[in-house]
Nanobody, 123 residues
Framework: QVQLVESGGGLAQAGGSLRLSCAASGRTFSTYAVGWFRQAPGKEREFVAAIDWNGDRTYYADSVKGRFTISRDNTVSTLYLQMNSLKPEDTAVYHC????????????????WGKGTLVTVSS
């Protein structure tokens, strides 16, 4: 089992930045891939970014590529999402997710989910 707790959401202006964090507990953090998904009001959840167990490989949705950066610190069991150049369409609840696998592959829906943190971007 993996427990995930997100923090860092809030209100930002378009063009601004926010940094999300996710504290993980349970299974050894350095053994599994982790990522971020988001769900906007009235929309389907969508993949944002993922990172493999050792941080060597990262994956991004086209909509955030070049603006968002995912990273992890296995020494403190924490996942991060640095969000720059925010747009109103980035407004959503962002969920930290964890897999049972060490590496991510496109289309994979991870097994463990945090409750989420709300990000609101005003125009």
């Amino acid at each position: 089992q993996v427990q995930l707790v997100e923090s860092g959401g809030g209100l930002a202006q378009a063009g601004g930045s926010l940094r999300l964090s996710c504290a993980a507990s349970g299974r050894t953090f350095s053994t599994y891939a982790v990522g971020w998904f988001r769900q906007a009001p009235g929309k389907e959840r969508e993949f944002v970014a993922a990172i493999d167990w050792n941080g060597d490989r990262t994956y991004y949705a086209d909509s955030v590529k070049g603006r968002f950066t995912i990273s992890r610190d296995n020494t403190v069991s924490t996942l991060y999402l640095q969000m720059n150049s925010l747009k109103p369409e980035d407004t959503a609840v962002y969920h930290c997710t964890a897999d049972t696998r060490p590496t991510y592959y496109s289309g994979r829906i991870m097994d463990y989910w945090g409750k989420g943190t709300l990000v609101t971007v005003s125009s």
